[in-house]
Each structure stands twice: as structure tokens, then as C-alpha cells.
């Protein structure tokens, strides 16, 4: 049996007056439906931090404050690994398009639970639903 690899990405938690920025995954795509924290694939010699400044203005066209480190989570879904590098950051410019999602909100972290996320989120939506404490996960 053949180990399969394992994906990393990097995932914002960007906060804006007291909301949250949270996008829903296109039709056709792993996890289509659900909703994320925007992220994505760490390209090859990547930072995660720069990985998430990219990925975030690849999908929803805004820039971010320097990205804090969170927390990491591994998850193990039946087609593939991923490793999600999250970090905490605030709006810094621009406002949110539909440029790689199928839609955007900013929620406040009550709110989240009306939405679906992946299983490899669920440690940050509690974290935010818990009050969000400055210290890590």
C-alpha cells in the first residue's frame, strides 16, 4: 500500500470589526459546499504566512495584516491528508469579491454555527465560539 501525501495549506482567520471572514467552497471541488476560513496549497518553496497572504487575495481579492500563528490540524479525509497551518489577521485592505469562492461572509463567531465546515476546521470554529482567547489553540 502506497502512503499517500499529504497536503499543506495555510488558512486566514481574519477578523474585521469583530466578524469573521468566511468563504464557501466552489461546485466541483473536494468539500464543495462548505465553508472555510480562506486558504489554500502551499506552493513549492513557500512560506505558510506568504501562502496565506496569496491565497486570500487570489480568493477573495483583499490584502491581510501580517498573518500570527494559530494552530495546525491534520486531518485524514478518505481521498486525501491535509495539513492546515492557520493564522490570525485583520483586514488590511480592500473589499472581499467572489474571485476563487462560490460566496463570502463576515460572521460574527456566534453566527458560525449556521454554517458547514470541514472536519479540519472545527478546532478554529470552537476556538472563535469559545471566545476566541488571544493565546493559541
Known amino acids: 500500500m502506497t502512503e499517500r501525501e499529504t497536503l499543506q495549506v495555510a488558512a486566514a482567520v481574519i477578523e474585521h470589526r469583530g466578524r469573521y471572514l468566511i468563504t464557501?467552497?466552489?461546485?466541483?471541488?473536494?468539500?464543495?459546499?462548505?465553508?472555510?476560513?480562506?486558504?489554500?496549497?502551499?506552493?513549492?518553496?513557500?512560506?505558510?504566512?506568504?501562502?496565506?497572504?496569496?491565497?486570500v487575495f487570489?480568493?477573495?481579492?483583499?490584502?491581510?495584516?501580517a498573518p500570527k500563528p494559530l494552530?495546525?490540524?491534520?486531518?485524514d479525509y478518505p481521498d486525501k491528508s491535509v495539513e492546515l497551518?492557520?493564522?490570525?489577521?485583520?483586514?488590511?485592505?480592500?473589499?472581499?469579491?467572489?474571485?476563487?469562492?462560490a460566496d463570502f461572509r463576515w460572521v460574527r463567531p456566534d453566527e458560525l454555527t449556521v454554517y458547514s465546515f470541514p472536519p479540519a476546521d472545527q478546532p478554529v470554529v470552537a476556538w472563535l465560539l469559545n471566545g476566541a482567547e488571544k493565546e493559541s489553540i
Open 58 to 65: 487570489e480568493e477573495v481579492g483583499i490584502e491581510i495584516t
Open 24 to 55: 464557501c467552497r466552489e461546485a466541483g471541488v473536494h468539500l464543495a459546499g462548505y465553508w472555510e476560513f480562506p486558504g489554500g496549497k502551499r506552493e513549492k518553496d513557500e512560506t505558510f504566512e506568504a501562502c496565506a497572504r496569496r491565497e
Open 85 to 101: 497551518h492557520f493564522f490570525t489577521c485583520s483586514l488590511s485592505r480592500g473589499e472581499p469579491l467572489r474571485l476563487g469562492c
Open 71 to 75: 494552530t495546525v490540524t491534520h486531518y
